[in-house]
Antibody, heavy 122, light 113 residues
Framework: EVQVEQSGAEMRKPGESLKISCQVSGNRPTNSWIGWVRQMPGKGLEWMGI????????IYSPTFQGRVTISADRSLSAAYLQWSSLRASDTAMYYCAKIHEAGSGRDYFDPWGQGTLVTVSS | DIVMTQSPDSLAVSLGERATVNCKSS????????????LAWYQHKPGQPPKLLIYWASTRESGVPDRFSGSGSGTDFTLTISSLQPEDVAVYYC?????????FGQGTKVEIK
């Protein structure tokens, strides 16, 4: 069984950079596809993209392509979500989650991390 | 992209009554080679991460109460809570995992009347 644990809440000013993490542990973690989901205040869930921990292959939602960078470090069994220049509109809860079994018709998210709250304010 | 549209946006149901949430996809999510619909339902409560309830449109995740059921095929799907309990107050999301981006519906808030 695989578990995912996210880094803690962050506060930044507009224009600053940020990288948040998602640590994967358990059975064969580097065989995992990890995804990121945004939830803006009072809004719904938005699928941002996924990364394969073994080779860092990445698939982005067109909505988020170019706005964020999703990456992985196989040696650390970790996935990352990164911004080079934050905006106030990036304020949101960000969840990471594992694709249950990629490519087997079980590409839903399970399990989920606890979420990382990112606040961007001057 | 496949667009997922849920209805209604919110509903209020009396305790013990049935709650029904609908989800429509802009394209079929029925995978012909497996004859399975690549559609999941999640429950999301404040302060918690989303929880998987149902996958393949109608397969209940282990540990999920049997008052939750999913149905539908192709482009039209339904999540039914047969007898609403206080702990079922939450926002419910459908998600297609047929083709990336694996988009979610906008969510349906279920409350007690």
């Amino acid at each position: 069984e695989v578990q995912v644990e996210q880094s803690g809440a962050e506060m930044r000013k507009p224009g600053e950079s940020l990288k948040i993490s998602c640590q994967v542990s358990g059975n064969r973690p580097t065989n995992s596809w990890i995804g990121w989901v945004r939830q803006m205040p009072g809004k719904g869930l938005e699928w941002m993209g996924i990364v394969y921990l073994r080779d860092s292959e990445t698939i982005y939602s067109p909505t988020f392509q170019g706005r964020v960078t999703i990456s992985a470090d196989r040696s650390l069994s970790a996935a990352y979500l990164q911004w080079s220049s934050l905006r106030a509109s990036d304020t949101a809860m960000y969840y990471c989650a594992k694709i249950h079994e990629a490519g087997s018709g079980r590409d839903y998210f399970d399990p989920w991390g606890q979420g990382t709250l990112v606040t961007v304010s001057s | 992209d496949i667009v997922m549209t849920q209805s209604p946006d919110s509903l209020a149901v009396s305790l013990g009554e049935r709650a029904t949430v609908n989800c429509k996809s802009s394209q079929s999510v029925l995978y012909s080679s497996t004859n399975k619909n690549y559609l999941a339902w999640y429950q999301h409560k404040p302060g918690q991460p989303p929880k998987l309830l149902i996958y393949w449109a109608s397969t209940r995740e282990s540990g999920v109460p049997d008052r939750f059921s999913g149905s539908g095929s192709g482009t039209d799907f339904t999540l039914t809570i047969s007898s609403l309990q206080p702990e079922d107050v939450a926002v419910y999301y459908c998600q297609q995992y047929y083709r990336t981006p694996y988009n979610f519906g906008q969510g349906t808030k279920v409350e007690i009347k």
